[in-house]
């Protein structure tokens, strides 16, 4: 299923005439769509957090505590070292939406049932997302941007259809079918 495909679906929902031909095509329906896609896209994806957008990734650690720990000769400072009392920092990947949790790397065997450990997620000095955490190479389990409608289950594209044509009523000033026929039936 295409983009497309999906915003149609949204604007017969609302009973707009016109198709969108491309999202690109400049039209007010595209415009009205493009601006609002990719927000209800991630916003569905972070609230519903459907299992075939997980993902797990290996993290590296970008800071570290000092191996031996911090004393007079190597004191905790704010841009050198993590935050208290985490041990290790790790840069967030682009492709993560909503961290979910921390597991440790299996070395040997694998691990079937690892254990979540804890973590922080906060804002680095650049404005991007940075973990904390206390595992030298952890890996992330976290949902990631789905941009391919193709991918989504049903029940998201439903989710994603009827979420656009809320919205596409609101900015393009069409009610629903079934409220302009009770619309007409006060009126007569």
Request: with cysteine.
């Amino acid at each position: 299923m295409s983009i497309e495909s999906i915003i149609n679906q949204a604007l017969d929902r609302i009973g707009y005439k016109r198709h969108v031909g491309t999202i690109w095509e400049g039209s007010v329906a595209s415009r009205v769509a493009l601006d609002c896609w990719a927000e209800t896209r991630d916003a569905l994806l972070v609230r519903t957090q459907p299992e075939w957008a997980r993902e797990d990734v290996a993290l590296t650690f970008t800071k570290s505590a000092p191996a031996l720990g911090y004393d007079e000769q190597t004191p905790w400072e704010a841009g050198l070292y993590p935050d208290l009392p985490w041990l290790y920092e790790y840069e967030q990947p682009e492709t993560c939406l909503v961290p979910l949790a921390l597991k440790p790397r299996p070395h040997t065997l694998p691990v079937w049932r690892p254990r979540a450990m804890r973590f922080r997620v906060k804002t680095g000095a650049d404005q991007t997302y940075v973990l904390l955490g206390n595992d030298p190479a952890p890996i992330l389990t976290c949902i990631v941007h789905t941009h391919n409608p193709d991918i989504w289950y049903e029940d998201f594209t439903e989710l994603m259809i009827i979420t656009l044509a809320k919205k596409f009523e609101v900015a393009l000033g069409h009610p629903q079918p079934h409220q302009q026929e009770q619309k007409d039936a006060k009126s007569a």
